[in-house]
């Protein structure tokens, strides 16, 4: 099988059987600190793929969209192949790690909200935070993916920390990577286990990477013994989440928008007299009951042509709540 890509603790080859497909094959192999810590511990590539592939059928249930196909070896999934778009989201619950160390704060405190932050992929530069601006500007990626990929990351949290919250686990933090299918469809990529994300039990212990990151206890054991009690958690009974979506429509330039020139008069007799141009609009609000998906915007991109816009006089654009 030809290797198409060796990162620091798994390995992508190319499956022999579809083009479209690729097998992720994950090692003992664990790193810390942009692989300046590194060691294997034997049993860690089984158990992170186990764990990735319980938590992708069951995001995948819940109507995110990966990059999953099935299981294959006990270190391999079969996945839709997809090039990976180079910002890790990471998704924050409650400050611990770079959080703290950036802003001082003491580990532990609850966020108001769940926070997203964006950081570029590069280990030489080792992986610095980014704003949405500089992503934009940069061409890394748009804005309409950065808003997408904010939303799904969103979803996870949620499905996430209801699952976990049934077996008394807290869900701190977890980092996302996200990858363009030969579809074009954007879609969850990479891994999800403890690896990536931090989970505690009720007293605040390390369930996770922290473990090697600082040297305190047994990785593996604690690895399976967090994956046995997420297996006892009930999918069925996390409730769906519903997602808002803004469709705003507006009247191309150069065609006349009656309305728009009535507020303009009324707002130059009140004295704003800077007013060059007012053109009124519509905003649609939609609520779909499950996370958004590319297969979804892009019907939504259909259905507003026909049914909420004008394609001959007005423009729309789809904004994620
Ligand atoms: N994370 C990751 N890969 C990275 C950076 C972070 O999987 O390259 C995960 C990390 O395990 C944690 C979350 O993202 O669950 C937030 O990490 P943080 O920014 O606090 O950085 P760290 O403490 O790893 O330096």
Same mark, same amino acid.
């Given at each position: 099988m030809d290797l198409i890509h060796e990162g620091k603790a798994k390995r992508v080859l190319q499956d022999p059987d579809s083009p479209e497909r690729v097998i992720i094959e994950f090692t003992d192999t664990v790193t810390a600190g942009d692989g300046d810590k590194k060691e294997d511990f034997t049993g860690k590539g089984t158990i992170a793929c186990e764990m990735s592939k319980y938590l992708f059928k069951y995001l995948e249930g819940k109507g995110i969209d990966t990059h999953f196909v099935k299981k294959l070896e006990e270190n391999q999934l079969l996945c839709k192949k997809a090039e990976i778009i180079p910002i890790e989201v990471v998704c924050r619950n409650i400050a611990a790690g770079s959080f703290c160390r950036r802003y001082g704060i003491e580990k532990g405190i609850e966020l108001t909200q769940p926070l997203i932050e964006f950081f570029v992929k590069d280990d030489k530069l080792h992986d610095p935070l980014i704003t949405t601006g500089a992503i934009i500007k940069l061409g890394l990626a748009e804005r309409e993916d950065l808003d997408f990929m904010r939303s799904v990351a969103l979803s996870v949290n949620y499905f996430l920390e209801e699952l976990f919250k049934q077996r008394n686990?807290?869900?701190?933090d977890f980092k996302l990577e996200f990858g363009r299918t030969e579809k074009g469809h954007i879609v969850v990529a990479d891994e999800i286990s403890p690896d990536i994300m931090r989970i505690w039990d009720s007293k605040a212990t390390?369930? !996770?990477?922290d473990i090697f990151r600082e040297d305190k206890g047994d990785l593996v054991a604690t690895y399976t013994q967090v994956f046995e009690e997420m297996k006892?958690?009930?999918? !069925?009974e996390v409730e769906p989440r519903t997602e808002s979506i803004q469709v705003i429509v507006e009247t191309k330039s150069g065609i006349k928008n009656p309305p728009g020139e009535v507020a303009k008069k009324a707002l130059t007799r009140l004295?704003?007299? !800077?007013?060059e141009e007012v053109r009124m609009g519509k905003v649609f609000k939609i609520v779909l009951r499950k996370p958004i998906t590319s297969e979804i915007l892009t019907q939504l991109s259909i259905m507003n042509v026909k049914?909420?816009?004008?394609?001959i006089s007005e423009k729309h654009k789809v904004r994620l709540e």
């Open positions: 686990l807290i869900l701190v390390s369930l !996770d990477k006892k958690a009930k999918p !069925d004295g704003f007299a !800077d007013v049914l909420l816009s004008n394609p």
